[in-house]
Structure formats: structure tokens, C-alpha cells
């Protein structure tokens, strides 16, 4: 997005973070926000703000690290900002997956913005539940000089849960890269109620 802070990006009338913790409340017990600046804006919304443990902002992963090492409950989940249409019953679906197949993580799989014309479910990475028991695995990994969430997550026991039902929001996943993006799917939410 040119350098801005996508999190602080205005959809629908708040910035994209606090959208994303609003509709996270709700799925969750607690919520908390990873961000490496401007750390007094993000602590304004009032939750915690947790910058990464690791320097040089190594991604996604280094977020997880983050989220892994404060988190008191016995599974994180993880969803990015500049999705903001995530579905709303995310956790409750990617929990249901975890128990029932007494895996590490639970991935959601939906439609690929790139790909949206063909429709084929893909892995989203970001949008995961994890079992705090992954911290070691997720650490050994980034020691390594690895980066990539799927080729971590692929070293646990994963579920896919796919996001395909006729009442999903075909935009659910589609995150905003651009400001034309995040205009866009502001302007189609209205045709899609969650």
C-alpha cells in the first residue's frame, strides 16, 4: 500500500486492525494486536500490542512466535488485518477441525483472490488455529532461516477446513494489498451480509 500502515487503513469508517478485532471479539476470549509501529495508534484500540520477538520482521511466522509466546489460552488464532471480511464463525469451524482430528493446526482453505475467476480453494496460512504445543516446532524452524507459513505448518499435523459453504463470503479471504483493493471490497460488502 505505498509504504502506509495497512492496519490503520480506513474500512467502513475504522481502521482495518480495529475492524479486525471487532469481529474477532466475539469468535474469541482474548484478543491482541502484532505490530512493529506505530505502537501507540494500535494500543489506542485498547488491547494488548505485541511487536514481533525477532528482528528484521521476518514475516507472518514471526508474528506467530509472537502470538505463541504471549498467549494463556491452549490455542491461538491468527487472522491478517487487510482481510477484513474473514468469516465470522472462523474459529468456531478451525476449533471444530482441531478437535475432531486431534491435529497441531487448523487452516482454512478458500477462494484465491488471484485465481478468483476459477474459484479453487487454496490454503489461506494466515487465517489458522494452533495449538500452543507448536512453539518449539515453530521456533526450531525460524532458526533455520525459514520463513514460509505453509512449509511450517506442513511439519505438524494439519487440517484443512474449507471456507465453501453457499452462505460463505466469496471475498472472505481476499486481502487488500493495494488502496484500490481495500476500495473495492469495501464497496461489495454491502451485497454480502455474514
Known amino acids: 500500500m505505498g509504504g502506509v500502515d495497512k492496519g490503520l487503513q480506513p474500512y467502513n469508517g475504522m481502521p482495518l486492525a480495529r475492524h479486525a478485532l471487532q469481529r474477532l471479539q466475539p469468535q474469541v476470549g482474548q484478543v491482541a494486536v502484532n505490530a512493529n509501529r506505530h505502537l501507540l495508534d494500535y494500543q489506542a484500540m485498547g488491547v494488548p500490542v505485541w511487536p514481533d520477538e525477532l528482528a528484521d520482521y521476518p514475516g507472518p511466522l514471526a508474528g506467530f512466535l509472537t502470538g505463541l509466546l504471549h498467549c494463556s489460552t491452549p490455542c ?9 471480511r474473514f468469516p465470522a464463525d472462523l474459529a468456531e469451524r478451525l476449533l471444530a477441525a482441531l478437535n475432531q482430528d486431534q491435529s497441531e493446526i487448523a487452516m482454512a482453505c478458500g477462494i484465491d483472490a488471484s485465481d478468483f475467476d476459477k474459484r479453487p480453494l487454496k490454503p489461506q496460512p494466515v ?13 526450531q524452524f525460524l532458526a533455520q532461516g525459514e520463513r514460509k507459513v505453509e512449509h511450517w505448518a ?10 465453501d459453504q453457499p452462505h460463505d463470503d466469496p471475498l472472505a479471504f481476499f486481502n487488500a494489498n493495494t488502496l484500490d483493493e481495500l476500495r473495492y471490497i469495501e464497496r461489495t460488502s454491502s451485497s454480502h451480509t455474514p
Open 76 to 84: 491461538l488464532l491468527t487472522v491478517p488485518c487487510d482481510a477484513p
Open 154 to 163: 506442513q511439519t505438524c499435523h494439519i487440517s484443512y477446513v474449507n471456507f
Open 127 to 139: 487465517f489458522g488455529l494452533m495449538r500452543v504445543s507448536v512453539l518449539p516446532s515453530l521456533r
